[in-house]
């Protein structure tokens, strides 16, 4: 169960995440690097996690036309990357070309694997009422995130991000096998910070989640691995 535990490095430099990989060495959870720590850090840093066993989640939400997202999907490939992202609001041709991108590295460097490539619906951050009076998009949140999976899985992808609140309706539009990696994740009594679509681990484990990713509950716990080994045990449960 810890495979599907993310660990979200959102700290500014290879310092502190250093720090973070130290109290959490042992525990073969994924790590996601996020925008701020990758543009920190750098490519090195991510040999750096593949090199200490870690999967690793790049989080960079490509979103841009499909040529340049292809020859990104191929970079991130090459860097070997087990899962990053787009966003499915660039639309299909788009997510299309992150998996010709991935494909052409591994056609060039047959040790390579194709990594998980999914795509972002809509942030947990989203309400109902920013996207339809600031994103100008019409309808509940869950209209918009059930369409964009279905395109998503049209385009060949491995599966969305999404709030665990939207896992089981994905699960029954796009299949069990189709994954839903879910922020948003908080234990009971913990601050919900700039979240809005909130869920504990074990409710989003039985409501289908396939991985869980956890931020700050972890890495700003007074001690981060008894946190991450009570979230796998409370995952564990469900």
């Not at 973070?20 to 991510?46: R, S, T």
């Amino acid at each position: 169960m810890a495979g599907r535990l993310m660990v979200a490095l959102d700290v500014p430099d290879v310092e502190k995440a250093g720090l973070l990989m130290g109290q959490l060495e042992g525990i073969p959870c994924y790590m996601k690097v996020g925008m701020q720590l990758f543009y920190a850090a750098g490519p090195d840093f991510i040999r750096e996690l593949k090199a200490r066993g870690y999967s690793v989640f790049l989080d960079v939400k490509m979103h841009d036309i499909p040529n340049t997202v292809r020859g990104g999907a191929e970079s991130l490939t090459k860097l070997g990357v087990d899962m990053f992202n787009v966003h499915a609001a660039g639309g299909t041709a788009m997510m299309a070309a992150a998996l010709e991108g991935a494909a052409k590295a591994v056609s060039l460097h047959p040790s390579l694997h194709i990594p998980l490539i999914i795509a972002v619906t809509q942030l947990t951050s989203t309400t109902q009422e920013m996207m339809n009076g600031e994103i100008g998009i019409a309808g509940t949140v869950t209209d918009t995130v059930v369409r964009y999976a279905k395109l998503a899985a049209g385009a060949g992808l491995h599966g969305v991000v999404a709030s665990p609140q939207e896992a089981a309706v994905i699960a029954a539009t796009c299949g069990p096998e189709f994954r839903t990696v879910t922020p948003g994740i908080r234990p009971a009594g913990a601050s919900l910070d700039d979240q809005s679509r909130v869920m504990t681990p074990g409710q989003a484990i039985r409501q289908g989640s396939h991985f869980l990713v956890v931020g700050r509950p972890i890495t700003a716990a007074a001690d981060p691995r008894q946190a991450a080994l009570t979230i796998i045990e409370e995952m564990t449960q469900a």
